[in-house]
Structures are given as C-alpha cells and as structure tokens.
C-alpha cells in the first residue's frame, strides 16, 4: 500500500487548514508535514539558498512517501504563499538537484483545498495537475472543504488516501 503524507501550507498554524487536516489525520491516521514549521525561502537563479531546509525537508518526504497530498486555504483563487514558495523550488529539482527530483516520478499527486464556500472551480486545481504532470507524477484528485461546515470532515473518506 502506497504511503501518503499531508503536506500543509498556511499563514497560520492554528486556522482553518490546519483544524481540517489535524481531524483528516486523527480519522484516517495519515502523517502531517507543516511547511510552517520549515526555513525555506523563494526560488533564487543562483541557488544561494541550498544550505535552508528545503533539501533536506523534501528528500525526506520523497524517501518515505508515494502520495503527497497538499493542502491549502483558497488565497486570493490560488494556494497559499508559502504553498506557492514549496512549489517554486521543485525548479531546483529540475536544475541542480536533478536526482532528486526524477524520483519524484511515478509517486501520486492530490490537493485538499478550503475556503469559505463549499465549492471552487476546477481551474483553481491546474498548477498542481500540470506540475504533476510535468514532474510525472500522477494526479489522483482533490477535494474542498467548507472552512464553516466542520460536519463535513465527520466520517471522512478520501479516495485518494
Ligand atoms: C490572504 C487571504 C486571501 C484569501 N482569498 C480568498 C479567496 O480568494 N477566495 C475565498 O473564497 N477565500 C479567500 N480567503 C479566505 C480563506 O480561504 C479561508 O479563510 C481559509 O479557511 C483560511 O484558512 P487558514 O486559516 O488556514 O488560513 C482568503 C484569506 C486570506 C487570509
């Protein structure tokens, strides 16, 4: 069975984000990653950053998980800041950590969003389905929760877990 890790990425610790994921965990027993609890910072061209905690932070989520399943608050119709910060240094991925980012090949892909609304359009979910095509990797799905409803994290199931 493939092993999946939730990938949080919010301005604050204790918001909605990680109030929804805290109870996805404590149902379906699945590990949690905060970005916040990290020193990373922006994609820099001359890699002057490579010694901060991104190597380190992503190379150990690819040696022990198959399914990264990020999560997000809906910010301004896309994923958070720091969210967006992860995903530009997959770039040094594909420029001076090259090993490293081929293994991301073949793991899974999934997003859990949430705002005030019960639903998002689709297209909110395009940078993660063509990163994880460009990085081929497999895309398995996403799903939005209402930050107001908390009922509907009761008696969860995700189909991508
Ligand atoms: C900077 C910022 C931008 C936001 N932009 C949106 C938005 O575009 N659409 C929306 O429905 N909600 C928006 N919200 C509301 C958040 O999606 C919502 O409060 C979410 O549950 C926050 O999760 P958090 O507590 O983990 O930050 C925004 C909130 C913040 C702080």
Do not use: C
Request: net charge negative.
């Amino acid at each position: 069975m493939s092993k999946a890790v939730i990938i949080v990425g919010s301005s604050r610790k204790n918001g909605n984000t990680t109030k929804i994921v805290s109870e996805i965990h404590n149902q379906l027993l699945v590990d949690v990653i905060n970005l916040s609890d990290y020193d990373f910072s922006y994609y820099d061209y001359e890699s002057k950053n490579r010694a901060d905690d991104f190597f380190e932070l992503i190379k150990g989520i690819i040696e022990k998980y198959d399914t990264l399943i990020f999560a997000t608050p809906v910010y301004w119709y896309t994923m958070s800041g720091i969210m967006k910060v992860f995903f530009d240094r997959f770039s040094d991925l594909i420029r001076i950590e090259k090993e490293t980012g081929r293994k991301l090949r073949g793991k899974n892909m999934a997003v859990i969003s949430n705002s005030h609304d019960s639903s998002i359009e689709d297209d909110f979910y395009l940078p993660f389905q063509k990163s994880a095509a460009y990085l081929g990797m497999n895309y398995l799905g996403h799903k939005h929760f209402n930050a107001d409803r908390p009922e509907e994290i009761q008696n969860l199931e995700l189909a991508f877990i």
